[in-house]
């Protein structure tokens, strides 16, 4: 394998009431622990930087299967909602993707996810281990 891109990322303080920061210093924010009620103004937390990344990436794929298949994606948009759940062995993670393919039928657009799903780095990291759900927004 060819690696085509790394960064590197340091947590310093108190880990999820920390500091994280890119050892390229493009990202160099404050942590804090997920809490109902966090709102602007707050620091972010571990699971909103994954939602971005995940959400991103999954859209990245998304786009070049739809282009790929001739279906128009423009106005197309993937929400990915990171839960922290509590197990009886202690926390984990789950993960809901919902696309949005304005110009597709609902029956594409589900199966384009699908085909996301399975090509995206960030499904293929987490498969097995976090459970995810997928599901098309109508227009």
Known sequence: MTVVYQTTATSTG??????????????????????PGAGPGDPTNPEQLFAAGYAACFHSALKNLAKAA?????????????????????????????????????????????QAHQRCPYSKAIRGNVEVTLSVRDA
Do not use: M, W, Y
Not at 14 to 35: I, K, M, W, Y
């Open 14 to 35: 108190e880990g999820r009431n920390g500091r994280s920061r890119t050892d390229d210093g493009v990202l160099d924010l404050a942590l804090t622990t997920p809490r």
């Open 70 to 114: 001739g279906v128009d994606a423009t106005d197309s948009s993937v929400s990915v909602q990171i839960g922290l759940v509590k197990g009886e062995d202690g926390f984990h993670l789950a993960a809901a993707i919902t696309g949005e393919l304005p110009r597709a039928d609902r029956a594409a657009a589900a199966d384009l996810l699908e």
